[in-house]
């Protein structure tokens, strides 16, 4: 069982800057692909930004170029950086961590407004 925390979001102004971490419980985070998927009121659930074991990262359309997937195998953690938000990037963000299975975290709200 893998349990995952996420923190970071909040009340931002379009262009403005967030960072969110997702902390994984266990000893073998360095096999687990992470990343986080995001899911704004009426919509699907949208693949945001994924990395892997090996660190190969990739990203949904419409965040490329503007959100950053990193990981840090010593604290367990990954990192979402995300710069240039736009109104329409707000949605509850959720962590995963992928090893055969899926575990998900709580979710984070983001809220980019004015």
Do not use: H
Request: hydrophobic share 30%; proline share 3%; charged share 15%.
């Amino acid at each position: 069982q893998v349990q995952l925390v996420e923190s970071g979001g909040g009340l931002v102004q379009p262009g403005g800057s967030l960072r969110l971490s997702c902390a994984a419980s266990g000893s073998i985070f360095s096999r687990y692909a992470m990343g986080w998927y995001r899911q704004a009121p009426g919509k699907q659930r949208e693949l945001v930004a994924g990395i892997t074991t090996g660190d190969n990262t990739n990203y949904g359309d419409s965040v490329k170029g503007r959100f950053t997937i990193s990981r840090d195998n010593a604290k367990n953690t990954v990192y979402l950086q995300m710069n240039s938000l736009k109104p329409e990037d707000t949605a509850i963000y959720y962590c995963y961590a992928r090893i055969g299975t899926y575990y998900w975290g709580q979710g984070t709200q983001v809220t980019v407004s004015s």
